[in-house]
């Protein structure tokens, strides 16, 4: 589920956001299958989802750590990228 518009959809439409057990913030990508280990987050690769759980801090309360301003760019990168 979607924490920027709370909808269900395929995996291949989010992307994973990892906060491991050292409190690191990953994007996961899933190479080979393998997910990164961790409490995990999904978000659509969409602007306006990325928009409301930033403003919700969704993805914070999902992970339940401090999200780094670096995470938020990378994924805006990589929305808006795909878009």
């Known amino acids: 589920m979607c ?5 269900k959809g395929s995996k291949d439409s989010f992307i994973r956001i990892v906060s491991n057990k050292s409190g690191e913030v990953l994007l996961d990508f899933a190479e080979n299958g393998k997910s990164l280990s961790g409490r995990g987050a999904y978000i659509h690769k969409s602007p306006a989802c990325l928009k409301t759980a930033v403003k919700k801090k969704s993805l914070e309360r999902n992970l339940k750590c401090k999200i780094p301003e670096e995470i938020y760019e990378l994924l805006e990168t990589e929305i808006n990228g795909v878009v």
């Open 3 to 7: 924490v920027g518009c709370r909808q």
